[in-house]
């Protein structure tokens, strides 16, 4: 089994930033993608940021010039700088794995619990 556990999530003025982290533990063979997405009341769940195992990155318009996705494939952990906050950017934020945990096994997708992001004066 992986677990997933995240940090760095609170209250922050706009204009202000916050850096997210979620590390994995348990059996991992690789990660090939980490991603972050975001939950506001009453909205869907969307995909914030992505990186690949290659290291290759997407981002959701919105947050574009302003987030930055990192990932250190030692730590199994990823990162979430947030900079410019808006009130908008208020949420819950989920860090997301597709993992293989074995050579032989299929890509499982974990998700961690899920930490609060409030931006607000």
């Known amino acids: 089994q992986v677990q997933l556990v995240e940090s760095g999530g609170g209250l922050v003025q706009p204009g202000g930033s916050l850096r997210l982290s979620c590390t994995a533990s348990?059996?991992?063979?690789?990660?090939?993608?980490m991603g972050w997405y975001r939950q506001a009341p009453g909205k869907q769940r969307e995909l914030v940021a992505g990186?690949?195992?290659?290291?290759?990155?997407n981002y959701a318009d919105s947050v574009k010039g302003r987030f930055t996705i990192s990932r250190d494939n030692a730590k199994n952990t990823v990162y979430l700088q947030m900079n410019s906050l808006k009130p908008e950017d208020t949420a819950d934020y989920y860090c997301?794995?597709?993992?293989?945990?074995?050579?032989?096994?299929?890509?499982?997708?974990?998700w961690g619990q899920g930490t609060q992001v409030t931006v607000s004066s």
């Open positions: 997301h794995y597709l993992v293989v945990v074995t050579t032989t096994s299929p890509t499982f997708a974990f």
């Open positions: 348990g059996s991992i063979f690789s990660i090939n993608f």
């Open positions: 990186i690949t195992i290659g290291g290759s990155t």
